[in-house]
């Protein structure tokens, strides 16, 4: 129950790909929950940004995401991404792991996520624009790929104090 750190690019650890969440497992991982709620909540603090972290950011390689929404909080154990619309859109991604860099990617409008929550019990949702977009980049984490290996050109990178300058 505490602010951890944070792994920055360049942590090998953020290369790997996590490992699945058991039902035993998630009985014990309301510390790590916590951990990574008290985190992001931080960094929203510090950067005004940050919605969801993955728990691999904080070097707990279990296939683990927690978002939160100013309306609710998920947890999402072994999250699985499909149904992808063939609809495309691009957008400037930032990232706990690099917070002065936003890369330019391109991700699926919609998706549906797959997931267990921390009773086990099987969850599925349709998500759309901001929200696909956000959990295919979480995912992308458990999976050991970050955003800088999506960007669409050697031109998709800025730094977020030169963000005046990118169109929306």
């Known amino acids: 129950m505490a602010v951890r750190e944070v792994l920055r690019l360049g942590d090998p650890r953020l290369y790997r790909v996590s490992e699945p969440v058991t039902r035993h497992d998630a009985a014990g991982l309301a510390t790590v929950v916590t951990d990574l709620h008290d985190t992001l909540l931080e960094f929203r603090s510090r950067m005004n940004a940050g919605r969801a972290i993955a728990a691999p950011q904080i070097g707990v390689m279990k296939r683990l995401i927690y978002m ?6 998920v947890v999402f154990l072994n999250p699985q991404l499909d149904a992808w619309s063939p609809e495309r859109m ?3 991604d930032d990232c706990l792991c690099f917070p002065d860099l936003l890369v330019l990617v391109e991700r699926a409008r919609r998706c549906r996520v797959t997931y ?4 086990w019990r099987e969850q599925r949702e349709d998500l759309r624009d901001d929200l696909s977009e956000l959990l295919q980049h979480e995912v992308d984490h458990l999976d050991g790929v970050l955003a800088v290996s999506r960007a669409v050109g050697p031109h998709a ?3 977020r104090s ?4 990118l169109g929306s």
Not at 68 to 73: D, E, G, I, Q, Y
Not at 116 to 119: A, I, K, Q, S
Request: no cysteine.
């Open 157 to 159: 990178f800025a730094l």
């Open 162 to 165: 030169e963000q005046h300058h």
């Open 90 to 92: 691009r957008v400037w």
């Open 68 to 73: 939160h929404l100013p309306n609710r909080a």
């Open 116 to 119: 267990h929550d921390l009773e």
